[in-house]
């Protein structure tokens, strides 16, 4: 079965640190670029970083750069996301996408990736 599974999310303390995974089955990642997007209550669903399917080219959007790392082992199918220095802003589901044409710079991320996971939820709060 073809499908994207997000995992690692939770409740954490400001400052806190999760790492979040975007694991494929039935495919192999090696040749999509990962995205992962996040989308609070109430507004609309942002792009936070994207990988792409090298590896040599990653994103990020103003608000998690120097916070959050993505990165991605092809060795387990997996792309992770590292977020530390979390805080509460950082609160919402959390999103992973990928897609085998979507071109990836450190200045742009596209919007729409061909295939999502369901998402988990991050809650940062004291």
């Known amino acids: 079965q073809w499908q994207l599974v997000e995992s690692g999310g939770g409740l954490v303390q400001p400052g806190g640190s999760l790492r979040l995974s975007c694991a494929a089955s039935?495919?192999?990642?090696?040749?999509?670029?990962i995205g992962w997007f996040r989308q609070a209550p109430g507004k609309e669903r942002e792009g936070v970083s994207c990988?792409?399917?090298?590896?040599?080219?990653?994103y990020y959007t103003d608000s998690v750069r120097g916070r959050f790392t993505i990165f991605r082992d092809n060795t387990k199918n997996t792309v992770y996301l590292q977020m530390n220095s979390l805080k509460p802003e950082d609160t919402a589901v959390y999103y992973c996408?990928?897609?085998?044409?979507?071109?990836?710079?450190?200045?742009?991320?596209?919007?729409?990736?061909?295939?999502w996971g369901q998402g988990t939820q991050v809650t940062v709060s004291s």
């Open positions: 990988i792409s399917s090298s590896g040599g080219s990653t």
């Open positions: 039935g495919f192999t990642l090696d040749y999509y670029a």
């Open positions: 996408a990928a897609d085998n044409k979507a071109f990836i710079s450190s200045t742009y991320c596209p919007r729409h990736f061909g295939s």
